[in-house]
């Protein structure tokens, strides 16, 4: 398995964060990122909107200076890469090589297969550590088209923006794919997590419940969506703000999904677009160098509608499909549908987690991927990765908690 630049950029926030008890600047993960993949300072800078001088004099030399403490080892920006993987896979023997002192393993049971185990060895707790391990690797598995048009609109002009979630069947992992794409939110851990289930009976009769629920999230007391809007808007000043509304489409009327949108978000974009903060692009000012770090960075605000039911029908909603010339953010963006996984997706992926994942289901990948598929239904993300935590000895329903917060 190769480190990737992912991998890498949630290496250095742990240490960073380790470090100064805070994460990443907007302005430092430029710099990684940049330097991870090659570029100059001036192509950072005009990348990500700061003077290409003040990275190289200023803000670079002191983020290697910050990194190189945290990681106790020098490291710059012609280093970054060898300097990181070392590390990443330091760490990675080390919890291996902790946990096979903790709980040795003289077999493993599961559906692939039998192999005698010791009584002792079946009651033996996994380390978290190596429940860790696979999580990771599971975030790596499929949904790579979804992830790929979020990320391009977080590298995009716009901090605002909304997105449709969809699969082809309840067990797709909607909510696997939202959680994976909250964790890419800039500065999430001071974000403002609005969560919301739709249903027939908030929506009964009119969507006046849905203004009232959602207005008491925001802090007021009932309230017209012009209301929630502003008062959502003047919450995104300080922090990034995410709005999730989750909820089995086809319980819900057409009519009432539109004016979600035309009614709330449609509102709520554009104030925040034409907000002076969100129109102002260091681009344009290029001179103001060090001025710019201390102003207060564009937060992102963001909508998730995720529909849980899978049967694909006609929202009704207005949604493009890709990010082009002249797109708005009062328009959601509906993400690729989720779809089932094939032979390939998992062979490919049980290679790249080699590392990550246990000896017995790496050993005999063709049998593992047969075995996946057959108690998947054919490949349901959803249903794929319970699986792969049963054959990994790891309660899918006790993580589930964990790795869905949202």
């Known amino acids: 398995m190769e480190f990737c630049e992912e991998q890498a950029l949630k290496l250095v926030n742990e240490a960073i964060a380790e470090f100064r008890e805070k994460p990443l600047r907007d302005t430092e993960t430029a710099i990684l990122r940049g330097s991870w993949q090659?570029?100059?300072?001036?192509?950072?800078?005009?990348?990500?909107?700061y003077s290409g001088q003040y990275l190289q004099r200023d803000a670079g030399p002191k983020f290697w200076k910050l990194l190189s403490e945290a990681l106790g080892e020098p490291i710059n920006k012609k280093s970054v890469k060898t300097v990181l993987e070392n590390k990443w896979r330091s760490q990675l023997a080390s919890r291996?090589?902790?946990?096979?002192?903790?709980?040795?393993?003289?077999?493993?049971?599961g559906r692939i297969g039998s192999f005698p185990e010791s009584a002792s060895s079946l009651s033996e707790p996994k380390l978290q550590g190596e429940q860790d391990l696979i999580y990771e690797a599971l975030l790596r598995l499929n949904y790579f088209e979804q992830v790929k048009l979020f990320q391009k609109f977080l590298y995009s002009p716009s901090s605002v923006g909304a997105f449709l979630i969809q699969g082809i069947d309840p067990d797709c992992g909607q909510r696997w794919l939202l959680n994976r794409l909250v964790r890419l939110v800039p500065s999430l851990n001071a974000a403002k997590v609005v969560r919301f289930k739709l249903t027939s009976k908030v929506l009964a009769n009119s969507t006046n419940g849905l203004w009232r629920k959602l207005g008491g999230q925001v802090g007021l007391h009932g309230?017209?969506?012009?209301?929630?809007?502003?008062?959502?808007?003047?919450?995104?000043?300080?922090?990034?703000v995410i709005l999730i509304f989750r909820s089995s489409f086809e319980e819900i009327p057409q009519e009432s999904l539109s004016e979600l949108i035309e009614e709330f978000w449609a509102p709520v974009a554009k104030m925040a677009s034409n907000r002076p903060e969100a129109r102002f692009s260091v681009g344009d000012a290029i001179s103001l160098g060090k001025a710019q770090e201390r102003r207060s960075p564009v937060h992102p605000l963001l909508m998730f509608l995720v529909d849980e039911s899978g049967n694909l029908r006609d929202s009704g909603i207005n949604c493009v499909e890709s990010l082009e010339a002249g797109w708005q953010p009062q328009i959601p963006i509906k993400l690729p549908k989720i779809d089932r996984l094939d032979y390939r997706d998992l062979a490919d992926w049980i290679k790249n987690a080699i590392n990550e994942l246990p000896f017995h289901l790496t050993d005999e990948i063709d049998r593992t991927v047969r075995s996946i598929l057959e108690q998947s239904d054919n490949g349901l993300p959803q249903l794929a990765m319970e699986e792969i935590c049963y054959l990994c000895d790891c309660n899918w329903d006790d993580k589930e908690r964990i790795w869905l917060k949202h």
């Not at 300072?41 to 990500?48: A, D, P, S, V």
């Not at 090589?97 to 049971?109: E, R, V």
């Open 38 to 49: 090659g570029q100059t300072y001036q192509e950072i800078g005009k990348k990500h909107g």
């Open 96 to 109: 291996r090589l902790a946990h096979s002192h903790q709980a040795p393993q003289t077999g493993i049971t």
């Open 223 to 240: 309230g017209h969506p012009s209301e929630i809007a502003e008062a959502l808007c003047q919450c995104w000043q300080s922090q990034p």
